[in-house]
């Protein structure tokens, strides 16, 4: 317990008494003084082949408005094998916004394997004891995450739509959708540290990127033997790379739903969609039905898209299809019905079908394009 | 080969609507449902079973009602089901799960040693994708997660070999037994339960554990006390103030509405015509 | 090749009715296999809703204390629409008030799950997703079911056929024929999202109580039918619906939804209504054919119980209390043969026809039975009648400064006019005969 302090200054408790909510007695709300020395907000870096996966600077740019907020830095962890280019990842990472860069190279460590991939960066947290850690929610990092938060017992909130800090607690305030979309909740961890969190490829912007910013790299050692590591990783088969649907990077999508009626109508969407040099996308109904492939599907439980323009044909807008699209700078819609959801969030709308619309449009802009835009002579 | 199983029963969340007042869930009605990416699991649990013999045993954390999401899986040819129900674990978010559920298989590890643990990649309720690897984490069990394909499985030797669903292709794991699988959706089809096997799971005593039969030894690791995270708040999405501006098709001809959107479009943003227009160039 | 039977009893359906024969004879110790087709009890019922508590007292004498009940009915409206406007008597009562009640809303979906619930609990086995296609005969004798799994042949020393209006199970066993466009009805509702605080103020209701409102007239396109809107605890059930044979005929070739939405809008439906969230559409077809519908309900080793036999008792709509009494009369017949040792020939099993005669079920569609038949042949109790009533009130109520006497006058010859004096006594003889 707290000493009296000396009468120099007014005598005041330590630790404030604790605030128990109505309801949650038993828990604790109250960050233990042991954890408060936790600083920084680090974003595990995810990279495959010689890149870096865009959810990381995407995360980056998040990071880097969080430690503002809190008057911390920002810092990246970047973990692989001997001869990877981990210090140039950490020069690129210092352009978007990270202050300093924990680099591991490992034999061990070429190659995602849990293991020695939750060793290495769980041993660094225990170390310089970030109060936030952020983590692409991609294949690799929801395999670590999960690893990572039970090794160190700590909280963590997945698939996160919007990142703040709550200005009374300082504690980072997670909101993910819940119920399928219907609604969305917010989370935090308040009495653990670090406070982890991942969030989806695209769902964050991608921050721009300042030339000539530099940052401190720290060269930290993993201290794993391979002959430990009881998963042995045999081979990494790459998928064909020709015709790979690329939705989550696109500048323009056009999208189908059911209001097209059969799948022989997306024909008009690749129409259009060619014409504008952009993807295709659809429902999650017409993937189920088996009318395009998987990798097209649009929506919670498909892909984040952030295109520069949308078009929404034939599409309700319900919450699942629209959380995988919302942050499309132009969203436009075509529906028969007037009262379908979509017209509440779109920015332009046809009351009309799609079927006729659709190759209307098509037309207009194969034209336009053609004819070098309105600025044209 | 005996292989445990981890599900969960959830509502079915295609199902479920909002409160348009209170914006609280509606549950009443809504079924309630095994979750959809533990049936993939399931499914191909029962397929080394069918290939190795042995035993798959059901395991849940969940209320009471939950004893019916495990007697269907007896109905598709699992052989045991232990549901650990507790009010103590209400409240439980994953961190307190996995702890949990830890224990249950600790527990059904003493009668017959597992080879395997299978969970599903994610719930369709709270898509966080952690228990599995909390799981394994806390049993020290080797982590396989979206697994795509069980490529070899050696009984004798001990291993396994998976294929791994990674970004731009897929990883050839090989690790050794006791592990922890999650399997990808749409990895396999899950077969349809006979009759005789539905008779069966209809009449079927599901173990139940209360937190004590479940082995836990830390109280405050379960349930509302062992959650780190907190769910400060639920709301409805805000609706955007501004809708959408509407181009009618009564009054002008498809042509001119196509032509009257280009424009808008266009000069809403700029850079979008540019980067057509660099498209479009030879 | 007769196989051992595995159970005493099938039951096809979890339905009201399967639902009562499944709970009498597991609580009476016989072992007891029921198959439903849905993914659960109640996913392929649909229902007004409306529970006739002394129906069910019969089964579960203290239902009240743990089944979902809505409100129970304090107040009873029948109206009799044109097209903007109707006549109509309300029955209300403080008596209605006084427990037990005798009436209650219900939802269905929750309804159903609770009553299999107890079902189960009383040791009835229960599979799901399963749909029953034949029945196993050996001989003349109905032995088991075949059902649509591997390995899907079951045995059993009776099977109690509880699979609804479309059942498909009797018709192809030949115990009877084909449903006649005629003797069914195409039922259409919609569960409307309402705060409590509402329904209490729009209905004059207390927090518990509730209305029921059926409602004849122009709301049904000039074909024969009814409507219906009932409270329940936070939300309106409203619907309509005709015989199918009428929809066919129908020249506007009206579709039942299409009906369910003008109704809708009517003047006086539309302000009940107003700010309702639709939480819930369902379609459902009911056997309306009334007495002269009603197959053979037992045979050598089976019995039809609920909707499947046409128990409905159209007039009065009531379907649900018909189909759990018959599903216990169903039970209480088979617990006697068991006990007895008789076998399951029809003639053990006689005892369930002699026991529906005896009861209201029976009765009360025995005495409505020529009611289809003289409605669907006299259209003008769904058209002309509500338009005369209607003018003949609003001629009487309205104050024009014309006499009472004029006014009356007015009124006699217009339906004069429209009907005929002969007409007029014809149409009042009917009613009388078709109600009595």
Not at chain 1, 209 to 220: D, P, S
Not at chain 1, 228 to 241: G, H, Q, R, W
Not at chain 1, 349 to 354: D, M, Q, S, W, Y
Not at chain 3, 358 to 367: A, N, Y
Request: aromatic fraction near 6%; include cysteine.
């Amino acid at each position: 317990m707290n000493a009296p302090t000396p009468a120099a200054t007014p005598a005041t408790p330590a630790t404030p008494a604790a605030k128990k909510p109505a309801g949650r007695a038993g828990r604790n709300l109250e960050l233990p003084e042991h954890l408060k020395a936790y600083k920084g907000v680090w974003v595990f870096l995810e990279h495959e082949r010689g890149q870096v996966h865009t959810v990381s600077w995407e995360l980056l740019g998040e990071a880097r408005k969080l430690a503002d907020t809190l008057g911390s830095a920002v810092s990246v962890v970047v973990l692989g094998g001997p001869a990877e280019p981990l210090e140039q990842f950490a020069a690129q990472a210092f352009t978007y916004g990270a202050d300093k860069a924990y680099v591991v190279h490992d034999a061990v460590l070429q190659g995602y394997r849990n293991e020695p991939f939750t060793k290495g960066l769980t041993d660094l947290v225990n170390k310089y004891q970030p109060e936030i850690l952020l983590l692409g929610a991609t294949s690799m990092g929801r395999d670590l995450a999960g690893s990572v938060a039970t090794t160190l017992l700590t909280g963590l909130t997945a698939d996160c739509t919007e990142l703040n800090i709550d200005p009374v607690s300082r504690a980072l305030a997670a909101t993910r959708p819940t119920f399928g979309g219907s609604l969305l909740c917010t989370i935090m961890t308040l009495a653990y540290r670090p406070q982890m969190a991942t969030v989806r490829p695209r769902v964050m912007a991608m921050p721009q990127a300042q030339a000539g910013r530099g940052g401190e790299i720290m060269q930290e050692t993993l201290g794993m033997v391979e002959s430990a590591i009881v998963t042995k990783l045999l081979d990494f088969i790459a998928d064909a790379s020709s015709n790979k649907i690329n939705l989550p990077y696109a500048d323009v999508i056009v999208s189908g739903g059911k209001g097209l009626k059969n799948p022989e109508n997306f024909k008009l969407v690749f129409e259009l969609a060619r014409v504008l040099g952009g993807e295709v996308g659809a429902t999650r109904p017409c993937v189920q039905a088996g009318w395009v492939e998987a990798e097209r599907q649009v929506g919670q439980t498909g892909k984040t898209v952030r295109p520069k323009l949308y078009i929404a044909a034939g599409i309700s807008g319900a919450i699942q299809h629209r959380v995988g699209m919302e942050s499309a700078d132009v969203i436009v819609a075509i529906n028969t019905d007037p009262n379908a959801p979509i017209f509440d969030f779109a920015h332009y709308g046809i009351v009309g079908n799609a079927l006729q619309v659709l190759p209307a449009l098509t037309q207009a802009f194969a034209e336009h394009l053609s004819r070098g835009g309105r600025h044209a002579a | 080969m005996h292989i445990v199983v981890c599900i969960k029963q959830v509502p079915d969340s295609a199902q479920i609507r909002v409160h348009p007042v209170t914006n609280t869930i509606m549950r009443q009605g809504v079924p309630a449902i095994v979750n959809p990416y533990d049936l993939f699991s399931l499914e191909e649990a029962l397929r080394l079973k069918d290939r190795f013999g042995g035993k798959v045993t059901m395991l849940c954390m969940g209320p009471p009602q939950a004893e019916d999401a495990l007697r269907k899986c007896i109905g598709y040819g699992a052989d045991d089901a232990v549901l650990v129900t507790d009010r103590a674990f209400a409240g439980a978010d994953t961190l307190a799960t996995s702890y949990a559920l830890a224990a249950g298989v600790r527990q059904i590890a003493r009668e017959q040693a597992v080879d395997i643990v299978f969970t599903g990649k994610q719930t369709i309720d709270g898509d966080t994708a952690q228990v599995g690897p909390g799981i394994a984490k806390r049993m020290g069990l080797q982590l396989l997660t979206y697994v795509s394909r069980i490529v070899e499985t050696d009984l004798e030797q001990r291993t396994i070999t998976v294929e791994r669903r990674a970004e731009g292709g897929v990883q050839v794991l090989k690790t050794a037994l006791p592990c922890l699988i999650t399997m990808l959706e749409n990895t396999n089809e899950l077969r349809f339960a006979t009759l005789p096997a539905m008779i069966h799971a209809a009449g079927y005593p599901v173990r139940k554990w209360n937190k004590e039969q479940a082995g836990i030894e830390d109280l405050g690791k379960i349930g509302l006390k062992g959650s780190p995270t907190v769910v400060s708040k639920v709301f409805g999405p805000t609706p955007r103030s501004e809708k959408a501006e509407m181009l009618a098709l009564e009054t002008s001809s498809l042509r001119d509405v196509s032509l009257n959107l280009l424009q808008k479009i266009f000069t809403r943003h700029p850079t979008l015509e540019a980067d057509l227009l660099m498209k479009e160039a030879p | 090749m007769k196989k051992p039977s595995q159970f005493d009893a099938i039951v096809v359906g979890a339905g009201p009715s399967g639902n009562a024969a499944a709970y009498l004879m597991a609580k009476a110790g016989l072992k007891v296999l029921q198959i439903e087709r849905g993914e659960y009890p109640g996913s392929k019922n649909v229902q007004g809703a409306i529970l006739y508590a002394q129906a069910l007292e019969e089964i579960i004498p203290d239902f009240r204390e743990d089944a979902p009940l809505e409100r129970h009915i304090i107040e009873q409206r029948l109206w009799m629409l044109d097209d903007s406007s109707f006549v109509g008597t309300h029955v209300r009562s403080e008596d209605y008030n006084k427990p037990p009640y005798n009436r209650y809303t219900i939802i269905r979906a929750q309804f159903d799950k609770w009553f299999s619930g107890k079902v189960r609990e009383a040791g009835a086995l229960l599979i799901c997703e399963t749909t029953v296609r034949h029945l196993i005969l050996d001989g003349d004798q109905v032995v088991g079911v075949q059902c649509d799994r591997e390995q899907g042949d079951v045995y059993a020393d009776v099977v109690i056929l509880a699979d609804g209006v479309n059942s498909t199970l009797a018709r192809k066993a030949g115990f009877h024929g084909e449903i006649e466009a005629g003797n069914v009805a195409l039922a259409v509702k919609e569960i409307l999202f309402m705060p409590e605080e509402t329904i209490r103020q729009r209905f004059n209701v207390g927090e518990e109580e509730g209305v029921v409102i059926e409602m004849v007239g122009k709301i049904t396109d000039g074909m024969m039918g009814t409507g219906f809107l009932y409270t329940n605890k936070e939300s309106l059930t409203i619907g309509v619906g005709c015989m199918l044979g009428d929809f066919k005929a129908n020249p506007n070739r009206t579709s039942p939804y299409v009906l369910l939405e003008q109704m809708k809008r009517h003047p006086s439906i539309a302000p009940l209504i107003a700010g309702g969230e639709m939480k819930e559409y369902c379609a459902h077809l009911i056997p309306e054919g009334g007495f002269h519908a009603i197959p053979q309900v037992y045979g050598h080793g089976w019995m039809i119980v609920g909707d499947s036999g046409g128990f409905v008792n159209a007039a009065h709509r009531e379907g649900s209390n018909l189909a759990m009494t018959t599903g216990r009369l169903a039970a209480q017949t088979v617990i006697r043969a068991k006990a007895a040792g008789s076998g399951y020939r029809a003639g053990a099993l006689r005892a369930y026809k002699a026991a529906l005669d005896d009861s209201f079920v029976m009765k009360d569609l025995r005495k409505y039975r020529d009611m289809p038949r003289v409605l669907h042949q006299n259209p003008q109790f769904f058209t002309t009648y509500p338009e005369l009533l209607g003018r003949a009130a609003r001629t009487m109520i309205t104050v024009d400064g014309v006499d009472k006497k004029t006014k009356e006058r007015e009124i006699l010859s217009s339906f004069r006019r429209t009907r005929s004096l002969t007409g007029l006594v014809g149409d009042a003889y009917k009613l009388w005969r078709a109600f009595r």
